[in-house]
């Protein structure tokens, strides 16, 4: 049968004629899902927007040819490029935010393209789109069209960005990234309708992500890469049950590790923190209630919840810096005050915080050494001589080349910059150490790097962990204790094992169930077992075109 | 919507109000005593005292500035202290000479910029682009006397098309009131026109930049369209405020060119009455100048808040 | 093309081609006026010829050196001017942004107010009231310039502010004046200078503006607004001797807007975009 998408030889050059696609080669069948694995800077993106025959910014496509419908593509005129966009070949960007134009309805700019591509009429189209938004569950589908996009939730616009694309009906969806940016439980709705609808169209599709797991329940194929080239292909039992290449392996291996529980069980101990009744907010409105929190020393205990579960809000009242809380905070058994400003700097100095963004919480003026070289100097006040030498020290400790301390942030890599703000947090010799969601902005494998720095850090000095992260697998590799946090309250508490293996609350068995595991099928099982609404068939005979081309 | 509409609406009436103090304040409260500096060399202690009690100096201030605000509110603008006459005598003549070349410039330039400036946006690094980049750089570093003098000397001396002196009277015909001030309109056209041109270009040069143009391009719809449709509804927003804002050059930039062309309006008075320390005259033309930029702003702000298709459909 | 070693397009090199050019001219003034700035050489409104450049003006005296001098006088006075105004708006913008809410509104009420009306009419208005002597030039001027400094400089430091880098520091317990000058300034001299050059455009035209309207430097101190303005009445005539003077304002300032636009362009930096 012959192949819908054929890229031969691709290769994309950056501005600074930086390759970002070397000599990659893709085939894709007619109804076949090919999962794009990679870590970000892969070229995944780069090689979805050049099956559209399109590179982004000031990029070129400098090789290579991309045959669909029988022509190439990138050979072709502008004219009959856009002719050949979203009539054979759709994307579906990662961010529906920034995609959709606010001045305009979600229904015209569904209907915009099968209109304007003269595949249909004004009525015919808005008809179509109709029974696209119905086939997403989309609410109310028959008025969902009139809505702006700042009207609707992330998910909902996700959604009407797929019919988007399907409105042209297309043999080839591009899917860049489609639920990376949604919530836990989100992304779950998305991806159950996004495979639905796949299979009904019969679209043949690209699934770029970096999440294995996800692309385990959709993809048929696996592509994974590395530095714009291909490291490795086959089909999605072989690629995750017998990888023959080792980044392959590892990536493997990280995922399928965030599906285990590795932290070893806690020992008891004396609390270094405790939280009693804690209510924090700001402008007279509470965002966090009623919170309680042991912390032990040489512990680490997770913070888990989505987005607006008020977990960093947590954490900044912690650290003293939200205007209005009451409540009792105690540290190393003696009051913690609840201001900053009320805080002796020997208090300042015991406890630190460590952010998500290593590229803002790094001043992009002041070298790795001066950054790292503050707090020693400022908590100790140790002579200008033995600061270098402290600084190189630390530097060691967070498994930093040495020839690091006189460069700037922005010549570092993510998570070399992640573990600068490690040994800053260091330097002061700290007994708790925040981390908010310290890892959620890095690629899984240098992710865990981090954590096992963290880990092994933890065992040599006896640090303890406040972690915060909406992660489970995050939780389940580092975290003895793991407190679930919802719409601003605690709604459980305690051993890791304990809370997740016998959930207690209604939102943490979906919370548990919404994340994918490493395992083709899960998504069917899940979709069983769960009260989620089974994929229905919602669409008539007329919309299942795949077998006429 | 209606809401911040009002809320602009009420914003630009208070801040006219504090204009008025603070005109007042200008004029009448500053250290040095007014009525020596206005008597000059002829100031003895007789003649001060005199004028001051005439300018009603003695009074407090409070009370000062209220019968002042209520003058001014009926029409009262005081009494000239140059020539004795009402100062509303003669300034209403030449309000109506300064709104027309005012509403000249802005009827040519408003349009014109907006579109080369959209045009230079779509053809970004074309020659057209470049070439109007060019020129609206060299015309709003180019002071207003400079344009003046070399466009009068162009046009009414060297190839006498127009005349040099824009002299208007009350009683001309429409026509030879258009002729007559043609040249000091294009004067002013030079360089408000500059303005709004750089910053229409910069804001739909943002706006085509944004990501959901290019998902109108990966929908292979044609640029034509993608800048209709997509762009210009994005765009109007920050096109209408970088047009009121520069609207604002417009009523500096008339006070020089009336006193390049000798044209009797509100601007060549008010320097006038600067040199003279004519204050009643200063305070009226302040005020008046003041309205309309605060009036333009104003309208502004609410034009903007309906421009923006977030704040128009609210959730 | 490069200068001093850093990348700069065609454009922003003629820009500081044109600023050294006239800038230094001006500062050795002195040294190389071929007259005085108030002698007489010649007749009224002669054209340029061989011992006068540029010309002779209104009364007889050499055009030439009265453009240095008023270089010197029009280029020191906005220098003057744009030093003060920055001084002040910097400093009121950066407390706006760090010393806390209140400050805040109550500093930006103030500048709020201040810019509600055009600077040249409040200007125009001072002036005839105060007189127009040097000091009351430059300290009018000079306040109301700073709140458009001010306006940008709150901007900066507010962005910056909000890093998370700046928190880090408080956490620590470091003292606002360590974060201000460490922290803060670093980060906030790209965007500030593209401001400095700026105002100090929009100064020059200023301060000529006003003398061309007879309200700036008196005579007989040359400064090239006042001299377009001693000169008007000969280009009815044909004669170009006011166009001299406007001449070398523009040129300036084109040279200024050239830099400028290139600072702006090149760090993407903030275009809070406050003119005049």
């Not at chain 1, 700290?430 to 981090?450: H, K, R």
């Not at chain 2, 509403?103 to 020659?127: E, H, K, N, R």
Request: net charge neutral; with cysteine.
């Amino acid at each position: 049968m012959n192949p819908v998408l054929r890229i031969c030889a691709l290769r994309v050059e950056a501005p600074n004629a930086q390759v970002l696609v070397d000599n990659v080669d893709i085939t894709l069948a007619q109804g076949e899902v090919l999962g794009l694995i990679g870590e970000s800077g892969a070229g995944k993106s780069t090689i979805g927007l050049a099956a559209l025959g399109y590179a982004r910014g000031r990029c070129r496509i400098t090789g290579g040819e991309v045959w669909l419908a029988g022509e190439n593509i990138l050979g072709a005129t502008p004219k009959r490029q856009r002719a050949l966009r979203a009539t054979k070949v759709a994307y579906v960007a990662q961010s529906a935010a920034a995609a959709f134009n606010p001045a305009l309805t979600i229904g015209e700019q569904v209907c915009e393209g099968p209109v304007r591509h003269g595949l249909m009429g004004r009525d015919e189209a808005r008809t179509w789109a109709r029974e696209l938004f119905a086939s997403l569950d989309l609410p109310d589908p028959d008025t969902f069209g009139r809505r702006y996009p700042h009207q609707v939730s992330g998910g909902q616009l996700q959604r009407a960005m797929v019919a988007m694309a399907m409105s042209c009906k297309p043999e080839i969806l591009v899917l860049d990234e489609p639920t990376t940016a949604l919530d836990v439980t989100t992304q779950i709705e998305v991806l159950v309708v996004l495979r639905r609808i796949v299979r009904e169209f019969g679209a043949a599709a690209l699934y770029i992500t970096h999440d294995l797991a996800v692309v385990a329940q959709v993809a048929d194929r696996i592509m994974v890469l590395r530095g714009g080239r291909m490291v490795e292909e086959g089909s999605t039992d072989a690629v995750l049950n017998a990888p023959r290449d080792d980044y392959t392996r590892r990536l493997v291996a990280e995922r399928s590790a965030a599906d285990t529980l590795r932290a070893s069980p806690a020992h008891a101990a004396e609390p270094l923190l405790s939280i009693e009744g804690l209510n924090a907010g700001y402008h007279g409105k509470a965002i966090v209630r009623n919170i309680a929190l042991q912390l032990a020393r040489g512990e680490t205990l997770a913070l888990v919840g989505e987005s607006g579960s008020g977990k960093s809000t947590v954490a900044r009242a912690i650290v003293g810096l939200i205007e209005q809380q009451s409540g009792t905070l105690r540290f190393d058994g003696k009051p913690l005050p609840h201001r900053l400003t009320e805080r002796s700097r020997e208090l300042k100095r015991r406890i630190q915080l460590v952010y998500q963004s290593p590229d803002v919480a790094l001043n992009p003026m002041h070298s790795v050494g001066e950054i790292i070289g503050r707090p020693v100097e400022f908590y100790f006040g140790i002579h200008k001589d033995k600061i270098r030498e402290r600084v190189l020290e630390l530097l060691c400790l967070t498994e930093l080349p040495e020839t690091l301390i006189d460069q700037k942030p922005a010549e570092l890599s993510g998570g070399q910059k992640q573990r600068v703000c490690i040994a800053r947090a260091l330097a002061a010799q700290p007994d708790l150490m925040i981390c908010d969601e310290v890892t959620s902005a890095l690629d899984p494998l240098v992710a865990d790097g981090i954590l096992s720095l963290l880990e092994s850090l933890q065992k040599r000095i006896g640090l303890s962990y406040l972690f915060i992260t909406h992660d489970l697998g995050t939780v389940r590799r580092i975290a003895q204790r793991v407190a679930v946090m919802l719409r601003g309250e605690i709604i459980a508490q305690g051993a890791t094992a304990d809370v997740f293996n016998a959930p207690s609350h209604a939102y943490i068995k979906r919370l548990l169930s919404s994340v994918p595991e490493l395992r083709i099928g899960w998504l069917d099982e899940n979709l069983l077992q769960s009260e989620r609404p089974a994929e229905s068939n919602t669409l008539t005979g007329e919309l299942k075109y795949a077998a006429q081309q | 919507m209606k809401r911040l509409v009002l809320q602009r609406v009420l914003a630009g009436v208070l801040t006219l109000w504090l204009v008025s103090v603070l005109i007042f304040v200008g004029t009448e409260l500053l250290p040095g005593d007014v009525a020596s500096a206005i008597l000059g060399q002829s100031a003895t202690p007789e003649t001060v005292a005199a004028l001051r009690a005439s300018l009603g100096l003695d009074h407090p201030a409070l009370q000062r500035y209220g019968l002042w605000l209520l003058h001014f509110l009926h029409g009262d603008l005081g009494t000239s202290l140059t020539n004795g006459r009402p100062v509303s005598e003669d300034l209403l003549p030449r309000l109506y000479n300064t709104l027309f070349l005012a509403g000249y410039a802005a009827l040519v330039a408003v349009p014109l910029s907006v579109l080369v400036g959209i045009a230079s946006a779509i053809w970004q690094d074309s020659l057209f682009d470049r070439a109007a980049s060019v020129l609206s750089l060299a015309s709003v570093s180019m002071p207003e006397f400079f344009v003046g003098y070399v466009l009068l000397l162009l046009l009414a001396v060297k190839f006498p098309v127009l005349p040099s002196l824009a002299a208007v009277s009350p009683d001309m015909a429409f026509s030879e009131r258009l002729y007559a001030t043609t040249l000091p309109t294009l004067t002013l056209l030079f360089v408000v026109a500059a303005h709004m041109l750089r910053t229409t270009r910069a804001s739909v040069l943002a706006v085509m930049g944004s990501a959901y143009t290019e998902t109108a391009i990966l929908k292979g719809l044609p640029k034509s369209w993608i800048v209709v449709r997509h762009a210009l509804p994005n765009a109007l927003a920050p096109i209408i405020n970088a047009v009121s804002f520069n609207l604002a050059y417009l009523i500096v930039g008339v006070i020089m060119v009336e006193v390049v062309f000798v044209y009797p309006g509100v601007g060549q008075l008010m320097v006038d009455a600067v040199s003279k320390r004519d204050l009643p005259v200063v305070q009226a033309c302040g005020m008046l100048f003041a309205t309309a930029y605060v009036g333009l702003n104003t309208v502004s702000d609410v034009l903007a808040v309906w421009a923006n298709p977030r704040l128009r459909h609210a959730r | 093309m490069k200068v001093f070693g850093k990348e700069v397009p065609m454009s922003a090199a003629i820009g500081m081609l044109l600023v050294a050019v006239i800038a230094m001219a001006s500062l050795c003034a002195s040294l190389i006026a071929p007259h005085g700035e108030t002698e007489t050489v010649g007749d009224v409104w002669m054209m340029p010829g061989a011992g006068h450049w540029l010309g002779t003006d209104s009364i007889g005296r050499d055009m030439f050196s009265r453009l240095l001098y008023g270089g010197r006088t029009t280029l020191g006075l906005a220098l003057a001017i744009t030093l003060i105004s920055f001084s002040l708006g910097i400093v009121t913008g950066f407390a706006a942004a760090v010393l806390g809410r209140k400050v805040d509104q109550v500093l930006s009420r103030i500048v709020d107010t201040l810019m509600a009306m055009p600077v040249l009419i409040f200007a125009l208005m001072i002036l005839s009231v105060l007189g127009t002597s040097m000091p009351v030039l430059i300290g009018t001027i000079a306040i109301l310039d700073s709140t458009r400094v001010f306006r940008l400089a709150r901007l900066v430091a507010q962005g910056i502010a909000v890093q998370e880098y700046v928190e880090a520091a408080r956490l620590r317990g470091e003292g606002l004046a360590w974060i201000i000058r460490r922290e803060i300034l670093p980060n906030a001299v790209p965007p500030l200078l593209a401001e400095f050059g700026m105002r100090f455009g929009f100064t020059i035209l200023f301060v000529a503006g006003l003398s061309f309207l007879g309200l700036g430097i008196q005579p007989p101190y040359a400064d090239w607004g006042g001299m377009v303005r001693d000169n008007a009445q000969v280009i009815n005539f044909g004669g170009i001797a006011p166009l001299v003077p406007a001449a070398a304002i523009a040129l300036l300032t084109i040279g200024i807007n050239l830099i400028v636009d290139w600072l702006l362009s090149v760090r993407a930096v903030g275009q809070a975009g406050v003119i005049a």
